[in-house]
């Protein structure tokens, strides 16, 4: 098990910052790597970025060069840095995390992650 808690979403105005923590508890997840996937009301949770445990990153299109994603593997936290935010970011974000022997290995995919948040409201305002 990996136990995983998402925690710095609020109400922010649109084009404001936030940065979202994912910190994981009882283990290490130097072996995992993680993802962040959000969903918005009445919509389908989507894939927003991933990060291997070596620190390659990947990101949708809707949120390349806005949003961050690193992790500190001693601190067993990853975090999403938000900037430039829009309406339509508005979403449940989730943190999860899957198991791999490759430290250059992400995930796009929900069914790749086996751990799951418990997800952290972010609502950005006009």
């Known amino acids: 098990q990996v136990p995983l808690v998402e925690s710095g979403g609020g109400l922010v105005q649109a084009g404001d910052s936030l940065r979202l923590s994912c910190a994981a508890s009882g283990r290490t997840f130097s072996n995992y790597a993680m993802g962040w996937f959000r969903q918005a009301p009445g919509k389908e949770r989507e894939f927003v970025g991933a990060i291997s445990w070596s620190g390659r990153t990947t990101y949708s299109d809707s949120v390349k060069g806005r949003l961050t994603i690193s992790r500190d593997n001693a601190k067993n936290t990853m975090y999403l840095q938000m900037n430039s935010l829009k309406p339509e970011d508005t979403a449940v974000y989730y943190c999860?995390?899957?198991?791999?022997?490759?430290?250059?290995?992400?995930?796009?995919?929900?069914?790749?992650?086996?751990?799951w948040g418990q997800g952290t409201q972010v609502t950005v305002s006009s």
């Open positions: 999860a995390a899957g198991w791999t022997a490759y430290r250059d290995n992400y995930y796009d995919t929900e069914r790749s992650y086996a751990y």
